[in-house]
Structures are given as C-alpha cells and as structure tokens.
T-cell receptor, first 113, second 108 residues
Framework: ETGVTQTPRHLVMGMTNKKSLKCEQH?????MYWYKQSAKKPLELMFV???????ENNSVPSRFSPECPNSSHLFLHLHTLQPEDSALYLC????????????FGPGTRLTVL | GIQVEQSPPDLILQEGANSTLRCNFS?????LQWFHQNPWGQLINLFY???GTKQNGRLSATTVATERYSLLYISSSQTTDSGVYFC??????????FGAGTRLFVKA
C-alpha cells in the first residue's frame, strides 16, 4: 500500500448504529487530519492530530470521536449519527503540520438512514 | 477567520481550450495548495505554492502572496481535466481552509 488509505470506502448505517472509519498513511508523516465534505459545501476540517496528540477540534459534535493510536493510524468512531451527517469523510496526512503539504486518502462515503 | 473565494464557480470548456482559475484569500497565508477532485472523490495534489510560480505539464500556478491571490492555469484542456478544483490555505497552526471550488467540465 502506498500513500493514504481509508476503509471502508462506502458505509450505510442507521442512526442507532456504531461504526468506525479507519485511515492509514504510509508516508512517514506525523500529522493526520479528518475532513468532512457535504454536498454543496466546502471541505470542513474536523480534527487534527500531530505526533498522536489532538491539536484541533473544530467544534465537532461528540457523536464523532477520533482516535490516533500512532502516527500512522487514525480512526473516527461514529455513534448515534443524524441523516445530516451523511457526507464524504476524507483523511489526510502531512509531514508535521502547519504549513506542510497535505496528502489525502480516497474518502469514505457515509450514508446515515 | 480567513475567507477563501474561488472563481468562477462553474466553467465549461471545449477540449483544447485554455483557462484560468482564481483563488482570493483575505489574510496572509503560510501555505497554499491546489487540488483536483476527481468524480470518485479523490483529492489529487496539483501544487503546493505559498508563493511564486510552478509548472507541471499543461498546468501551472502562480501565487502572489502580497496581493492575496493565486491563479491556476490549465492549457490545452482535456476531458480528463473535468472535476472540481480546490484552493486550500493555511495561516499557521494546523487549520486549513478550503475554498468552495471551481467545477470544470471539458467537452469533447
């Protein structure tokens, strides 16, 4: 595997389900990001981790819970989501953070019924 | 916070035509990237260009940081250039702000 990978690529879940999105980067980077892309809206930064420490939480509802066990892996745990949470969730990584170039995974397209 | 505006919002080109996409930002930035999002949602890095000019094949980009804008040039457009082009800026720390994008359709 190269670059940034995300699983699953597609996910359909009910509002009472619990699921997790996984991101893995093979670039030797230290910073990882979660973004949300809703229809007709710009990409929105959700969370940033740098050297496994959370550095940004962009006022994201608590039904989204990130986890970064090491610099290569990032998870987004989902529970009791709403239909408006349906979106494309994108993971990215960069060498450290701040002004570094970011590289994106292919995304997970989430549908909440 | 910083505002990022992209223009035009939509663009239709005949194959072979040239185009210029613009990104304006409201404050100083320490990084700027251009991305192409393909129909499957993948964001592809085009340029990392906080200042200056870069070229990669038929694409080139110029950022004039002092005047707070960046331009992406596409020459001899091809149908595979279709998709959405995003500009993203960072102002320090870890926040990255994306513009709303320019949706490009290239007709054969």
């Amino acid at each position: 595997e190269t670059g940034v990978t995300q699983t699953p690529r597609h996910l359909v879940m009910g509002m009472t389900n619990k699921k997790s999105l996984k991101c893995e980067q093979h670039l030797g980077h230290n910073a990882m990001y979660w973004y949300k892309q809703s229809a007709k809206k710009p990409l929105e930064l959700m969370f940033v981790y740098n050297f496994k420490e959370q550095t940004e939480n962009n006022s994201v509802p608590s039904r989204f819970s990130p986890e970064c066990p090491n610099s290569s892996h990032l998870f987004l745990h989902l529970h009791t989501l709403q239909p408006e949470d349906s979106a494309l969730y994108l993971c990215a990584s960069s060498q450290s953070g701040g002004s570094d170039e970011q590289f994106f995974g292919p995304g997970t397209r989430l549908t909440v019924l | 916070g910083i505002q990022v505006e992209q223009s035009p919002p939509d663009l239709i080109l005949q194959e072979g035509a040239n185009s210029t996409l613009r990104c304006n930002f409201s404050d100083s930035v320490n990084n700027l990237q251009w991305f192409h999002q393909n129909p499957w949602g993948q964001l592809i890095n085009l340029f990392y260009i906080p200042s200056g000019t870069k070229q990669n094949g038929r694409l080139s980009a110029t950022t004039v940081a002092t005047e707070r804008y960046s331009l992406l040039y596409i020459s001899s457009s091809q149908t595979t250039d279709s998709g959405v082009y995003f500009c993203a800026v960072g102002t320090g720390g870890f926040k990255t702000i994306f513009g709303a994008g320019t949706r490009l359709f290239v007709k054969a």
